[in-house]
DNA sequence: CTGAAAGCGCTTACAG
DNA sequence: CTGAAAGCGCTTACAG
């Protein structure tokens, strides 16, 4: 790969004039302009990332790392499109961390994407008091949190209503005369879990619904927890009539029992999801969802973190999302 | 951030001497060591990746890169866990450019890719003829192909038998009673695609059963054009019994038509996909599909990948993986 | 408008 | 066993 060098050379000017004309900067004369970049062309010469971020100064690198807790979900595949493409937008280019709910890898990322020099972070916090993004915001990078922000720091963050969007779906549940609702939660020590727990005991409580506490049934988040504690909420000598799983893939497990145990959606059980798919409709009946973009949210974080980036000296924000109810066919009326 | 200047400073040693212990390869006195180590702890020391890239030579970037069609399939999102898990393992840090079935953002990740000089990349070829990639491999970078090879052309590879899954699923059909048997292929384009129509065809061949034109249908491989062109399989005055997807999108894309349409799976029609997910259970009724481990062919890869970062010379290498038929419920004999 | 030179943070022969 | 120095491929004041 021909360095700025030999352009130099083939071209008979200084490195210093073959790096102006690269970077449009300073005035240049045209026919030493031309001459720079047909030797460009001939040599087919690409800069070299990895000088130019060493050299230059912040907000030049055209770098950003991303943290997320979990590829397999879904709704972070749409978080990566949605950042991809505006990064992609604004040349930026996108090193993508994936710890599986290990803490000891997130750090690991979080100290290899400081050390590459990226520009920036988009993180999705392991839990609310994640000491490995603290230090993050201690060496100055900018961050901005996803889905999960950080207790008692300021801090970017984009998220979602999650209260508010449990409470609507549960209501809806209530409007239909269900009373009898499990609630498969997620992990009990990411903040969305407590905020969803939240709004579905708000809604309860609202309606006067006494909890069962037998119908809570906290998950680690994952597909198989999903499928097992479905499981047991079916054998309850008095199963709910509805259920509300917390994220997708907690609702794909729990289908899939249902499904195994040859009980009908929505006669003999309603569900809700939290997290709609873009092939929600292709399940049988067609999901009842509560829909959080994940793609706009990757799209504002990335946005929001091009700004702090740009200017960072810009005061922090919280955008808070809404959530959509999206009735299917998932629930009924009893 | 700490540099090694600082380490060395505080150390009263030498910049040298501090790489040293880090690098754990020459000897260092351990007392030495010891001092140095203890400065590296105080400052929090990370050494700048940057750094190391641009100095090192080759195969010790650390780096990789892989760049794929479509991030919103499933199956590709498999094949990144199984990349990133072996990555990680050895401690290779991997770099993801979604080029979304755009040459032209294809050929943007390659120079990216190469001018941050990665170890090497792992790629799906946008078809069989890909100059993009051509020119990556004269560049000498380690390249290997996954899913799809490249025409003429020695590198390594790790891919499926496409034909000889396809030709199970169809024989399987057969066995089952089925004659008018419709598929909805992927993009012409890729070679994956041609190498799954004669495996249909090599079936329905076999059985002497004669193949309908209507029931053939190209499709973008596409979510979108599974739905479109399942609705028009559906509308023909001789419907298929039974249709075999090209890919999990396409599937999904076909289930929504045909739920839709309050057509019942396997009653009203029969269908086999491409692709397994692991929440094919969770589809209604469970989905028969011809399963390509998408996991393990990006462990293959990234093995091969390593192997060939560290040997250069080796020689390439083609891995044909089996496919295997998940026979669910999704199918009937008629 | 252009060039010579310093320097980003490292690694690695070369001396000693 | 350790240090001084060169150099990876760039960018950017500083002169001219």
Not at 60 to 83: A, E, H, S
Not at 160 to 181: C, M, P, Q, T, W
Not at 185 to 206: D, L, N, S, W
């Amino acid at each position: 790969m021909a360095s700025l060098k030999q352009v130099a050379e083939r071209a008979n000017v200084s490195i210093a004039t073959v790096s102006r004309v690269l970077n449009n900067k300073d005035i240049v004369n045209p026919e030493t302009r031309a001459k720079v970049e047909n030797a460009i062309r001939d040599l087919n010469y690409l800069p070299n990332r990895v000088a130019q971020r060493l050299r230059s100064t912040s907000s030049k690198k055209k770098l950003i790392g991303v943290v997320l807790p979990d590829v397999q979900n879904p709704f972070y595949v749409d978080v990566i499109r949605g950042i991809e493409e505006t990064a992609y937008r604004n040349q930026f280019v996108v090193m993508i961390g994936n710890f599986s709910q290990d803490e000891e890898k997130e750090r690991l990322y979080l100290d290899i994407f400081q050390s590459e020099e990226v520009d920036g972070m988009i993180v999705a916090p392991a839990h609310g008091r994640d000491q490995n993004i603290l230090k993050v915001l201690e060496n100055n990078f900018a961050v901005v949190c996803i889905d999960r922000g950080l207790a008692d720091v300021d801090v970017d963050v984009v998220k979602v209503d999650n209260e508010e969007g449990v409470f609507g779906a549960i209501e809806y549940l209530i409007s239909l005369g269900h009373k009898r609702i499990a609630h498969i939660t997620g992990m009990p020590q990411i903040p969305t879990t407590a905020e969803r727990v939240k709004g579905f005991e708000r809604a309860m409580k609202k309606h006067g619904i006494k909890i069962d506490p037998d119908l809570i049934r906290p998950s680690n988040s994952s597909y198989e927890s999903g499928a097992e504690l479905m499981a047991e909420l079916l054998s309850l000598k008095k199963p709910p009539t509805a259920v509300f799983t917390a994220n997708n893939l907690i609702t794909l497990g729990a289908l899939r029992t249902i499904h195994e145990r040859g009980c009908k959606v929505p006669d003999d059980i309603s569900i809700i999801g939290f997290d709609d798919m873009y092939w929600s409709m292709s399940l049988n009946p067609p999901l009842t969802a509560v829909r959080q973009s994940g793609y706009e949210i990757g799209k504002r974080a990335a946005s929001m973190l091009l700004a702090g980036i740009f200017t960072p000296q810009r005061s922090k924000r919280q955008v808070v999302l809404p959530t959509e109810l999206i009735v299917r066919k998932s629930c009924r009326r009893i």
